[in-house]
């Protein structure tokens, strides 16, 4: 069942999908960009513009790629548009419920041959593709935040997988500009087996009083190289993304090692996740962002 790619779906214009859909249309791909609501979908184009608009700016690309890659960007408020995409990117919320309630929509719309790719920081992609039509024709291709400027993607295999979807994601890979590492399907992967740990650990030497939030960062930063500090970086990748990789850490591998910090677990409550809510364990309302610790 032979597929050219170049129709690409994203679904989820969050951080991740707007930059999945930016990097995807510079490399010539006609994208579709679909989320819950035309306001997301709306609010993911315009980062996409500001970023793009930024490039140009640095000189990383001409105004004619911007103009075209932004020609080939066109908004699907309703998922049934996505019928004729040759491959479609998940990257909604952290939430194995809400992926596999997508699937299920998708699926019967998709073109039989169509590949199903999903951008999951931490859950099984056997798991996912067990709840599709087409488990060999799926597969993790999981970017690295924020995507246009990050070189690495971990392409992950659930069992099913077939070798021409790997090969496929392989080449699609390669078109949009990254490295690629191959990881087996465990709980996080790579990246974020090894990176998440070491935020939660930051999270309990803050609840246990420890240091502040900034001594934390600034022991990090400068006393092991980090080009941010740990509960930075957990702001960046927003905090109900960190605890859910926690949570499939912890149910995943039985281990206690993985418990999420509580204190973690009550800014999610709060709804303070980070950056995308402007208040996380620093404050972004203001000009400079204030540790909130
Ligand atoms: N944040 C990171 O650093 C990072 C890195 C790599 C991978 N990821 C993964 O990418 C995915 C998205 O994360 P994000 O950081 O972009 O989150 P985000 O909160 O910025 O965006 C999630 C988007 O999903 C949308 N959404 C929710 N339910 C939906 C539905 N039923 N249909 C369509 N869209 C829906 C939301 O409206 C929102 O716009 C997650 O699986 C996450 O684990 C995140």
Known sequence: MGIELKKIGVIGAGQMGSGIAHVCALAGFDVMLSDISMDRIESGLASINGNM?????????SEADRDGAL???????DIDMLADVDMVIESAVENEQIKRKIFSQLCPILKPEAILATNTSSISITRLAASTDRP??????????PVPIMEL??????????????ELAKGFVRKVGKKMAVAEDFPAFMVNRILLPMINEAIYTLYEGVGSVESIDTAMKLGANHPMGPLQLADFIGLDTCLSIMQVLYEGLADSKYRPCPLLVKYVEAGWLGRKTQ??????????PVPTR
């Open 136 to 145: 060999e024709r799926f597969i993790g291709i999981h970017f690295m935040n």
């Open 153 to 166: 993607v971990e392409l992950v295999r659930g069992i099913a997988t077939e070798d021409e979807t790997f």
């Open 53 to 61: 608009a930024r490039q140009v700016q640095k000189g990383q690309i």
């Open 71 to 77: 020609g080939r960007l066109s908004a699907a408020p």
């Open 279 to 288: 208040r996380g364990f620093y404050d972004y309302r203001g000009d400079v």
